[in-house]
């Protein structure tokens, strides 16, 4: 069966026309692995004129924004068990989450999808330079990122601009909680970046 594509419009203004996949073409689409996929679209936007790198990146900007955020994984998905906790491969495809859609211009809807591990980090501890303080400052740089397409979507008007700021106020309560938990057993606040750079965001 073939697939809808958009076509390319030379006019960046324009909306993307949409015509079917060549069955040849979805073939190829269906069969290469994963990494030679992004090779060969690394190599199709680096060699296309910019408003073909612009197409894609609103294309997936809308398919993520219509995509649901899947159930948060509980803390045993996301790390190991004692007596070592480590990241698990449960923990990266959050981060991979995250990162596609603040990749795409979806700064609110990632921190949503980071909420959980913000949460988890307020009921465990851990130790100075292990695993889990390494993949929380992971997190930490990851939701600085995600701050700076959700404070272009706070200038936004209507409904872009209240799912940000909710999502920014729900942010705002989980570090503060975090901050409060991990400073009563003596550790390091592991979101310090996020804290800043949300501190400087008008609600």
Known sequence: MNHVSPTTNTNPGAQPQVRHVNLMVDTIITNVASDDIRTLVRALLSSSPAHVTDQFCSLAKSHLHHMPIPPAPGALELFTSDPEPTPTPAFETVLARARARYGAGLGSSSILVLLPIVDLAGSIQ?????????????????????????????AQQGETAQE????????????EIVEEKVED???????????????????
């Open 164 to 175: 940000a700021r909710d999502a920014l106020i729900r942010l705002r309560s989980s570090l």
């Open 126 to 154: 851990w130790r100075e330079g292990s695993a889990v303080e390494d993949a929380l400052s992971i997190v930490d740089c990851d939701i600085a990122a995600a701050l700076l397409h959700a404070k272009e979507e706070l």
């Open 185 to 203: 057993w003596g550790g390091d606040f592991p979101f310090e970046r996020s804290q800043d750079a949300l501190t400087s965001m008008q609600l």
